[in-house]
């Protein structure tokens, strides 16, 4: 059962921080959360004390006993609760101050949803592999839905109800892709930029293998493999 540890603190904006073994990195993220904005730290089963960290560096930790990148991350969007909701990685690769320009554009009206495209600072900060997977699903996803994008990172920002309105179901790697796909669906209005990428702190659950980033590629291509749907909750409010 999911449960929440401490009292949520209204806020204008939530950031999701889906969390698995990540002590070392979490002073780090949490220190560049824009002043205000609320860290939603969601521990996936870690054994490093993770988020008892969380909580002692002022963040609202959130568990999710499921195993799963979609798992964490959905839980934390439905225990968000501010209008504006962004994802993050939780292992120092990506700041999450960058996300400020990202929220702009959201509260403005120029974008139903925005991506980071990363572009990798440093060796290691990106592997071959994880970039040659990723450049494979963009194409995929090009095709599938006509957008343009480059990368699907996990930087993103958007409005938290119409998210919700999606009804996403993928609980695995599939579930950034699944985010867009669905979003591209429901007609929004996309955009992406870039954005440094820096080596991560600790070891990857993901994309730091070979097996890892096969994983994520099969996931993602069967999200890709659905049938286009018209999602009648996911619009957006202008």
């Not at 120029?110 to 900060?125: E, H, I, M, S």
Request: contains cysteine; positive net charge; glycine residues 10%.
């Amino acid at each position: 059962m999911r449960a929440v540890t401490t009292s949520p603190i209204p806020t204008d904006v939530d950031v999701v921080l889906p969390c698995l073994n990540e002590a070392d990195a979490l002073p780090w993220v949490l220190a560049r959360v824009p002043h205000g904005w609320r860290a939603l730290v969601v521990d996936n089963g870690s054994t490093d004390g993770s988020a008892e960290l969380a909580r002692d560096l002022g963040a609202l930790v959130v568990h999710e006993p499921r195993r799963g990148f979609g798992a964490a991350c959905h839980a934390g969007l439905t225990a968000a609760t501010a209008d504006v909701v962004c994802f993050c990685d939780c292992d120092a690769s990506l700041d999450p101050s960058l996300l400020s320009p990202f929220v702009r554009e959201v509260r403005a009206g120029a974008a139903d949803l925005v991506l980071g495209r990363r572009r990798a600072q440093g060796r290691g900060a990106w592997p071959a592999h994880a970039r040659v997977g990723n450049l494979a699903l963009a194409r995929m996803l090009r095709r599938r839905t006509g957008l343009r994008l480059h990368d699907l990172g996990p930087l993103r920002a958007t409005r938290r109800q119409a998210l919700l309105g999606l009804g996403l179901m993928d609980r695995r790697s599939g579930y950034p892709l699944e985010m867009v796909v669905r979003a591209a669906d429901a007609g929004w209005l996309i955009t992406e930029h870039d954005v440094p990428y820096l080596p991560r702190t600790g070891a990857s659950k993901v994309t730091g293998t070979w097996r890892g980033t096969w994983q994520a590629v099969r996931d993602m291509r069967r999200v890709l493999a659905e049938p286009t749907t018209s999602s009648a909750g996911g619009g957006v409010p202008r």
